[in-house]
């Protein structure tokens, strides 16, 4: 069935004010969690196990790439964060080896990413739902999806319990670029926020998967323009690795440096820059452990050092709690999904986009 009615993207709304606020003070009146609606992406030009600690101390939720295996980070790295801070990254291969054990290697309460480009098939909720039956204890997240009807499936299923959304949209990504699939970012938050809205009326008894905007994010707005349409969590990929604290390759004028140098020089004002990959290019696939190399649907990238991971936090923070004391919204529940959304010209975003 065709829908052309026209969707919308992050540049194409605002966040419109309440008529009166009762919050004096954006610091004082605003209450945020200490872990943040953020995690990244996993990515291994974003995160590993040299860095993700600094990701866990600044208040942001961790998925790890698939170039990490299970077994290695648990043995050598997790002895001491919680597990609810930390997703590992599976494809179906890593899949197939723990269901021969019924995931019996698996800690209690692990936090799984089936980590695939399309979670629109049936084999993956399958997965979902073998994994639950094995072991109801195992904190599932899937994706990605780009239909709101595909939440409303996996939420009936009961098999998961964060939702990636999102497809072709983030930088390292050219899936809807090449292939023609995919969906406008912000709608899609907004529908499936919808969809969720509405599996919750109809099943009050039933907890609704979260919400994990997945891909695209160019800024803070953007990422607080998801959270107001309805997303629980935003995943950020390139926005990290721009932060000198990615694990990331460093290079200056193309020659790459070594982690203490590029620290040196960018506080010297080098232009210093992260190498940036999609998951899907080829060299990732090769770091992932595969021989049978199949079609790019990334792209690699050398992306300008632009600040440090505290600093980025720190404005993010005072952002999102501006945002929400002109929203009226005393904690991120009255925030998600509860704001008056408008729709603007492209003359009107050239007005402010300064």
Known sequence: MKDLRPQFDFDDILIVPKIKTHINSRYKGIELPPRLPLFTAPMDSVINETNYRTFLDAGINITLPRT????????????????????????????????????????????????????????????????????PDIVIMVGNIANPETYTWYAKGKCVDYIRVGIGNGGGCLTTKQSGVGYPMASLISATYEAKR?????????????????????????????????ADYVMIGSIFNKALESCAQNYL???????????????????????????????????????????????????????????????????LRNAMSYSNAKTLEDFNGNVEIIQITKSAYDRFNK
């Open 198 to 230: 509405k599996f919750m009326k109809e099943n009050p008894d039933k907890i609704a998967p979260a919400i994990v905007a997945d891909g695209g994010m160019k800024d803070h707005s953007d990422i607080i323009k998801s959270l107001a349409l309805g």
């Open 68 to 135: 990490i295996k299970y077994k290695d980070f648990t043995v050598n790295y997790d002895n001491k964060v919680p597990p609810h801070g930390i997703f590992i990254s599976m494809g179906f291969t890593d899949l197939d080896y723990e269901l021969k054990t019924s995931f019996r290697n698996v800690r209690s309460d692990a936090h799984i990413l089936i980590d695939v480009a399309n979670g629109h098939m049936q084999k993956v909720f399958d997965y979902c739902r073998e994994i639950k039956r094995l072991r």
């Open 253 to 319: 004028y193309k020659i790459r440096i070594n982690k203490k140098l590029a620290s040196y020089l960018f506080s010297k004002g080098y232009p210093v820059k992260k190498y940036f990959r999609g998951m899907s290019t080829k060299a990732a696939q090769k770091a992932m452990g595969k021989t049978n190399f199949k079609t790019s649907e990334g792209v690699t990238r050398y992306r300008k050092v632009e600040y440090h991971l505290k600093g980025w936090v720190e404005n993010f923070n005072h952002y």
